[in-house]
């Protein structure tokens, strides 16, 4: 089975600077993706970053970046320029497609808690 | 990607009560989630409904708790049945377009038993 774990509950940061989020996951499938998901009090779950396992390179969107470090099974969010409306819960979240009982199914972490203060 | 509408958006109902939160998607889909959410806490998976079959239930969630139907590849509903206060939680139902492609939610729902 595999398990995710953000052992960050909480953090903050301030408007402008840069943020890291940690996440360690572990699996034995050689082929899964990964994804960081955001959770402002709206309670839409917004996607913010995919990761690809075969892809050596760490995929960024705009102000957030990843560093996948599939050996050390770790996959941390980097959120540069923070912005006000960054605040809210995020997620990481892991995927395989492989066959068993998880087929088709997220794993979510236990969430951190992103407060950026003006 | 692909858009759900989820309604309602929240509800207050009495214990002992039912309630059924749908989810319609704006493109064919094979698979469906539903997922319940403690306020500030991770999403915990309920079941999984595919069209045309019965849903597969999590260890801990029971069909006759939460029915779920699936009657076509853009639309599903999970009722809340027999309601108690512990029932208090978000429900968020959630999609994929293939395997290969990230997930995608509804807005949630904000059920409040009293």
């Known amino acids: 089975a595999q398990t995710v774990t953000q052992s960050q509950p909480e953090m903050s940061v301030q408007e402008a600077e840069t943020v890291t989020l940690s996440c360690t996951y572990d699996?034995?499938?050689?082929?899964?993706?990964l994804f960081w998901y955001k959770q402002p009090p709206s309670r839409q779950m917004i996607l913010v970053i995919r990761q690809e396992a075969y892809k050596q390179q760490n995929a960024t969107e705009n102000r957030f970046s990843v560093n996948f470090q599939k050996a050390a099974k770790s996959f941390s969010l980097k959120i540069s320029d923070s912005q006000l409306g960054d605040t809210a819960m995020y997620f990481c979240?892991?995927?395989?497609?492989?066959?068993?009982?998880?087929?088709?199914?997220?794993?979510f972490g236990q969430g951190t808690i992103l407060t950026v203060h003006p | 990607s692909a858009v759900i509408s989820q309604k309602p958006s929240r509800d207050i109902c009495q214990r002992g009560t039912s309630l059924t939160i749908q989810c319609q998607v704006d493109s064919q889909v094979t698979m469906m989630f539903w997922y319940r959410q403690q306020p500030g806490q991770s999403l915990t998976l309920i079941a999984t409904a595919n069209q045309g079959s019965e849903a597969t239930y999590e260890s801990g969630f029971v069909i006759d708790k939460f029915p779920i139907s699936r009657p076509n590849l853009t639309f599903s509903t999970l009722t809340v049945s027999n309601m108690s206060p512990e029932d208090s939680s978000i429900y968020l139902c959630s999609s994929r377009v293939d395997l290969n492609t990230e997930a995608f939610f509804g807005q949630g729902t904000r059920l409040t038993v009293v």
């Open positions: 979240a892991f995927f395989t497609n492989a066959g068993g009982t998880s087929y088709g199914k997220l794993t």
């Open positions: 699996t034995s499938e050689n082929n899964y993706y």
